[in-house]
């Protein structure tokens, strides 16, 4: 039982497309987050939602944008593209801020080309 | 800026021995430490946290010291064993504000027979 499950694991793309990447908990959790690890290896917080907010880090591009049809799911759009966004995208989700203990999905793997 | 700093890349220990990782932070507004444990092509898990209010928190094997005045944390594995290698992650969130997680970069530690 994949209690935060991502799909795909591995997404090649051109520049300039736009991809979208599925993210499900089954834990009941009422909070989301999407972090990207770079090529350096650091995570970095890209979103954080629950059902009242979400909130952006404000060195997010506007070209990403979560979307979340329910409290069980938050998908990450991205827009136009680039070299850089190539990462790996991990979404968590928690309880409430649940003091900072959160469940981490396996990743997916983007590259643009 | 890194708020959450882990200067050891890596850090190599004999099995049976204590491995201890150090990490350090910037942000005064930190109220809770998170370490997490990476394994590769997988998401990072929550290992131990501690709260701001506590000096150390000990589960099993595992015990995290919190230094307040040094701004300083570290995680004691004791003894070590080979599945303890992985990446290990600092993390900490502040009391108010945004559910984000704020990783250092890991430390890779890997575990000698």
């Known amino acids: 039982d994949t209690a935060v499950s991502q799909t795909p694991k591995y997404l090649v793309t051109q520049m300039g497309n736009d991809k979208s990447i599925k993210c499900e908990q089954n834990?009941?959790?009422?909070?989301m987050y999407w972090y990207k690890q770079d090529s350096k290896k650091f995570l970095k917080i890209m979103f954080s939602?629950?059902?009242?907010?979400?909130?952006i880090n404000e060195t997010v591009p506007n070209r990403f944008s979560p979307k979340s049809p329910d409290k069980a799911h938050l998908n990450l759009h991205i827009n136009s593209l680039e070299l850089g966004d190539s990462a790996v995208y991990f979404c968590?989700?928690?309880?409430?801020?649940?003091?900072?203990?959160?469940?981490f999905g396996p990743g997916t793997r983007l590259t643009v080309t | 800026d890194q708020q959450v700093k882990q200067n050891s890349p890596s850090l190599s220990v004999q099995e049976g021995r204590i491995s201890i990782l150090n990490c350090d932070y910037t942000?005064?507004?930190?109220?809770?430490f998170l370490w997490y444990k990476k394994y590769p092509a997988e998401g990072p898990t929550f290992l131990i946290s501690?709260?701001?209010?506590?000096d150390k928190n000990e589960d099993g094997r595992f015990t995290v010291f919190l230094n307040k005045s040094a701004k300083h944390l570290s995680l004691h594995i004791v003894p070590s064993q080979p599945g303890d290698s992985a990446v290990y992650f600092c993390?900490?969130?502040?009391?108010?504000?945004?559910?984000?997680?704020?990783f250092g970069k890991g430390t890779h530690l890997i575990i000698q027979p």
């Open positions: 501690i709260s701001s209010i506590k």
């Open positions: 993390a900490a969130i502040p009391r108010w504000g945004a559910d984000g997680l704020t």
């Open positions: 939602y629950n059902n009242k907010e979400l909130i």
């Open positions: 834990l009941g959790h009422d909070t």
């Open positions: 942000n005064s507004m930190f109220d809770y």
């Open positions: 968590a989700s928690s309880q409430g801020r649940a003091e900072g203990e959160q469940y």
